[in-house]
């Protein structure tokens, strides 16, 4: 296969661009651009205001898409996404635990928070919004974070024939921006050069039904051309980046690793000791062989030619011994000091390794498989090309949070559904306005010439105005406006409920009060059922997506983090204390060699899962009824109960109460021994006088006594402690409550 060149791989990005913005597409900005701009309050083209001016008829609108937008977006931002890993296996539990404090870690760095927040406005609004997960290369000093970043809905380009909520099964993903040139050349220096040279890019296209030369927001589409560093005019050039899954072979690889020639002489030192010990023994042998061969020679059983002879035989084979029992020992060692490293290598990689004899010795074993890699492509213009890139994840990093999905990539807003309605709750105040200003501003019918026509335009409105018309003439006639029929305020009130019907947002929930239930218990209703929608489409789409974020961020971070670091992470819930979590640490044997990792996070299998609601708002009163409730039933203690409530210094209380009990326990255990020692009297008594000893009897009872008194005197002192104490608990416990109760009625009067 012919390899492509640079300025081919330009030309077909901006050919991928043409083919996906197709007439679905245009159809479906259009529709999603009107729906936005519904919710900035551009609700009126210049054509219908020209023709409402021209009318005499009011232009203004009566925005109730924004309220209702902006609670929907509270409802599911109110907090950060959690995310819980968990272990494949056992070696994996202590990294899956560290995963969410890096996973917090970059939200952090990235301002998730404001992130979430404007990805679900773009959903509300635009019908999808978009996280990327990227490599910041030069934070943390040249180090490199991953980071989350947001995405224009209507910059990114999806494959048509998608059929996956996600696009997982998308054969592209295309951003297409329109972007300065100074703007450019900041984001990727190194292609400068090139940057430099491209011509103006194609015309900023708009498909807002607004008039931006009479409307009071400006959107992106407004801006025609950048500024540069020295104050000129930059050109707006078309950039784009084209993400593409390719399958790579890849090869799981287990490789010997044996120790290296220095290591070797480290081996041998401690192999020493024993190899000494071992000659030391053979020479014995000898000694005692060379001596029973010399008695036969004196006994004349061998002769002495003999007898040296297997005495030079017995030295050469000792030596042998020892040279293979050197050999022995140093191969043991080796082979306890060689580790089976597994590795997963591209298939150029392990091409390289299998062409070397050496290298083909230590492979244990090798398993070829192929995986998803994603190629992303960056050009500007029409045909400059600037870089290509092969992210190592196997899923897009780019993650979709549709609202109404559709089964395609072309979804449909919160807000589409409410624009009917809106335009008609529009059109009946414009009439009712229109019917009063009548009703305030007489017409006149008058004969031609009978009245001074500029002074009537000018005072005919005004109280009290005399007017004066000429003789002969008929004097004029007001022309009274039609009385308003009532069915234009039915229809602004049930426009009103609709919207909130189909939006499923009550007033209740948008704190009007006179829709407010009349009950705490309705109170919590509200919330219950306003919210069912709201949850629903948490528990279908937007938690899936999330998850699915959460996934494309482990595999980002597991292959971005792959040497030891150190993060600091301040705690959540108001504790400014921080935290320090380590990954990667290198161990080392007794040689010196790094031989694996603790905590290696590179390398750790877990699955990320999505906590449910934990967005949403928590209901406080919700809550605590049912810690109360589980209190009542004895499933929970006080402390615990009261740890969920917002009373002031309830650390101190808690403290107070423990000491309190401690103390109640220690009372409890000396009148039990005061009981103890009234048991032994009377025990001792009945046993005294049954042997005749009274005397002895009256000594005991008194010495008895005394203690008996003694633990009476600390009992009694410990009944004041408790009684002060439980005195001053009182009187703080009080002085909170007021406190908060002041507070209350402080925020009420506010």
């Known amino acids: ?103 917090d870690y970059c939200w952090y760095l990235s301002n998730g928070k404001s992130l979430y927040s404007q990805v679900i406005l773009d959903s509300l609004t635009k019908g999808l919004g978009y996280f990327l997960v990227d490599i910041d290369k030069d934070a943390d000093r040249g180090m490199g974070e991953v980071r989350f970043n947001r995405i224009d809905p209507y910059d990114v380009y999806v494959d048509p024939a998608s059929r996956d909520f996600l696009f997982r099964d998308a054969a ?133 030619q003999r007898a040296k002879l297997m005495i030079e035989n017995s030295q050469k084979m000792a030596a042998q011994a020892i040279r293979e029992k050197e050999m022995e020992l140093i191969s043991a060692a080796q082979e306890q000091a060689t580790i089976i490293k597994q590795q997963v290598m591209s298939d150029a990689d392990f091409n390289l390794l299998k062409n070397s004899e050496e290298a083909q010795k230590n492979i244990v074993d090798s398993i070829a498989f192929y995986e998803n890699r994603i190629v992303k492509t960056c050009t500007v213009g029409d045909e400059t090309f600037l870089f290509e890139q092969i992210i190592p994840i196997s899923e897009y990093p780019i993650v979709p949070i549709p609202y109404m999905y559709t089964g395609t990539p072309f979804v449909m807003s919160a807000v589409t559904p409410l624009i009917g309605k809106q335009q008609e709750i529009n059109k009946a105040h414009q009439i009712m306005l229109h019917n009063a200003n009548l009703s305030s501003n007489l017409r006149w019918m008058y004969e031609e010439g009978s009245v001074p026509e500029d002074e009537w335009e000018k005072y005919s409105s005004s109280p009290g105005a005399l007017l004066k018309y000429r003789p002969g003439f008929s004097p004029p006639t007001p022309i009274q406006p039609a009385p308003i029929n009532n069915a234009f305020f039915t229809v602004v009130q049930q426009g009103k409920s609709d919207a909130e019907y189909i939006s499923g947002v009550p007033s209740a929930m948008m704190g009007f009060s006179q829709d407010q239930a009349e009950t705490y218990r309705g109170l919590l209703a509200n919330d219950e059922f306003g919210t069912r929608r709201l949850k629903a489409w948490m528990n279908s789409i937007v938690e899936p997506s999330l998850e699915h974020l959460g996934r494309v961020f482990k595999m980002m971070a597991q292959k971005h983090y792959n040497i030891e670091k150190v993060f600091r992470i301040v705690q959540p819930e108001g504790n400014q204390e921080e935290k320090e979590v380590r990954i990667n640490i290198n161990l080392y044997n007794d040689y010196g060699k790094a031989i694996g990792k603790y905590k290696d996070y590179a390398s750790a299998r877990f699955d990320v899962r999505i906590i449910a609601g934990a967005t ?38 808690v403290e107070r109460k423990s000491m309190v009990a401690q103390m109640q326990g220690q009372l409890q255990s000396i009148q039990e021994l005061v009981k103890e020692k009234d048991g032994t009297i009377e025990t001792l008594q009945r046993q005294l006088v049954q042997a005749g000893i009274k005397m002895k009897v009256g000594d005991a009872g008194n010495e008895i006594r005394k203690d008996v008194l003694q633990t009476e005197a600390e009992q009694k002192l410990l009944r004041g402690m408790l009684k002060v104490e439980f005195e001053k608990m009182k009187d703080e416990m ?9 507070d209350v009625r402080r925020n009420e009067q506010s």
């Open 1 to 103: 296969m012919a390899r492509v060149n640079n300025k081919t791989k330009a030309q077909l990005n901006k050919k991928i661009w043409d083919r996906a913005n197709n007439s679905h597409r245009q159809r479906w900005q259009i529709t999603s651009q009107k729906g936005y701009d519904f919710y900035l309050n551009e609700q009126l083209t210049k054509d219908e205001v020209t023709m409402l001016e021209e009318s005499g008829m009011p232009t203004f609108t009566i925005n109730r898409i924004t309220p209702i937008i902006e609670i929907m977006k509270y409802f599911v931002t109110a907090n950060n996404p959690k995310w819980k890993a968990v272990g494949a296996t056992g070696d994996d539990v202590d990294v899956a635990q560290v995963h969410s404090d890096v996973a």
């Open 172 to 304: 592209f993903i295309q951003i297409r921006k329109n972007i300065s040139r100074a703007r450019l050349i900041n984001m990727i220096p190194q292609s400068e050069a090139k940057i430099k040279k491209v011509t103006r890019g194609t015309d900023v296209q708009s498909y807002s039904q607004r008039d931006t030369e009479f409307t009071d927001s400006i959107q992106p589409d407004d801006i025609k051309s950048g500024v540069g560093p020295n104050g000129e005019d930059e050109d707006i050039l078309a950039y784009y980046e084209t993400y593409t899954k390719k399958k790579f072979k890849y090869h799981n690889v287990y490789i010997k690793i044996k120790p290296s020639p220095a290591e070797l002489e480290i081996l041998k030192e401690g192999i020493q000791e024993e190899l000494e010990s071992f000659q030391q023994e053979l020479e014995v042998q000898l000694i005692e062989k060379q001596m029973q061969i010399e008695q036969q020679v004196q006994e004349g059983e061998i002769i002495p």
């Open 616 to 653: 949403l708002p928590l209901n406080r009163w919700a809550l605590l009824e049912e810690y109360f409730r589980w209190y009542q039933a004895g499933l929970i203690d006080d402390i615990a109960m009261l740890a969920e409530t917002d009373i002031r210094n309830k650390d101190k209380i």
């Open 734 to 742: 009080q002085s909170d409550m007021q406190a908060t109760r002041d």
